[in-house]
C-alpha cells in the first residue's frame, strides 16, 4: 500500500515522506520499543503513541519504513531529521491506535505478530 493511501485511510497528515516511496504490507502496534526489537521488520508500518527520538532508533535498527504516531502525538524537528537520514516516512493521526490498526487492517494490511 502507498503512503498516501495509508494516511489517506487513517485521516493522518504525513511529515515526513522518505525519499523512496515505501510499498507498505505489514503493521504493528506498540508504545514498548523492547517488543518492536524482537522483530526484523521489511515493509512495516509501527503504529505507536510513543513520540521520541528512541522510536527512529528502534524503527532504524528494525528496518521499519513508516512510523504513524497515533493519538495526536507531536513530531519533534529532531524525530523528522533522523527520519530524513534513515528513509523512515512519519505519519500523525489523532485516532488511536486500536483505530488505526482496525482500519489499516480492513484494507489489507497484514499483522506482523
Known amino acids: 500500500m502507498e503512503l498516501s493511501r495509508v494516511s489517506q485511510l487513517i485521516e493522518g497528515n504525513i511529515?515526513?515522506?522518505?525519499?523512496?516511496?515505501?510499498?507498505?504490507?505489514?503493521?504493528?502496534?506498540s508504545d514498548l520499543m523492547s517488543d518492536v526489537l524482537r522483530f526484523h521488520m521489511e515493509k512495516t508500518i509501527?503504529?505507536?503513541?510513543?513520540s521520541t527520538v528512541q522510536t527512529?532508533?528502534?524503527?532504524?535498527m528494525s528496518n521499519i519504513e513508516c512510523i504513524i504516531f497515533a493519538r495526536d502525538k507531536k513530531v519533534s524537528d529532531d524525530m523528522v531529521e533522523l527520519a530524513a537520514e534513515n528513509n523512515i516516512?512519519?505519519?500523525t493521526?489523532?485516532?488511536?491506535l486500536f483505530e488505526?490498526?482496525?482500519r489499516l487492517y480492513s484494507n489489507g494490511i497484514k499483522p506482523i505478530f
Request: proline share 9%; aromatic share 6%; net charge negative.
Open 93 to 96: 493521526t489523532p485516532l488511536t
Open 15 to 29: 511529515v515526513h515522506e522518505s525519499d523512496t516511496p515505501p510499498q507498505l504490507e505489514f503493521a504493528f502496534s
Open 46 to 50: 509501527l503504529i505507536t503513541g510513543l
Open 89 to 91: 516516512s512519519l505519519i
Open 100 to 102: 488505526v490498526s482496525g
Open 56 to 60: 527512529l532508533r528502534t524503527a532504524e
